[in-house]
Nanobody, 125 residues
């Protein structure tokens, strides 16, 4: 089992920044590729960003490229999502998730076995 706890969400004005963190515990963190997914009211959940187990490769959905950065620190068992130039359409509950490394292409939203509780991000216009 892997336990994931997100933090860092909140309310921010358009154009502002937030940094989400996700602390993992349980099995070795480096066994897992990590992703950030979000779900807005009335919309399907989407994969926002993902990073491979060693941090060497990343994926971003088109709407956040150039604004969001995913990173991880395996010494701290933590994955981050730096979000800059936030827009109202980024408003959603953001989830951190883990899946066994190297079983899925990075851009796939499938295969995530472990999930955090979610953190609300609200961007006001």
């Amino acid at each position: 089992q892997v336990q994931l706890v997100e933090s860092g969400g909140g309310l921010v004005q358009a154009g502002g920044s937030l940094r989400l963190s996700c602390a993992a515990s349980g099995r070795p963190f480096s066994n897992y590729d990590m992703g950030w997914l979000r779900q807005a009211p009335g919309k399907e959940r989407e994969l926002v960003a993902a990073v491979t187990w060693g941090g060497g490769s990343t994926y971003y959905t088109a709407s956040v490229k150039g604004r969001f950065t995913i990173s991880r620190d395996n010494t701290k068992n933590t994955v981050y999502l730096q979000m800059n130039s936030l827009k109202p359409e980024d408003t959603a509950v953001y989830y951190c998730a883990a899946r066994i490394r190297a079983r899925w292409i990075l851009s796939s939203a499938s295969g995530y076995d472990y999930w955090g509780q979610g953190t609300q991000v609200t961007v006001s216009s």
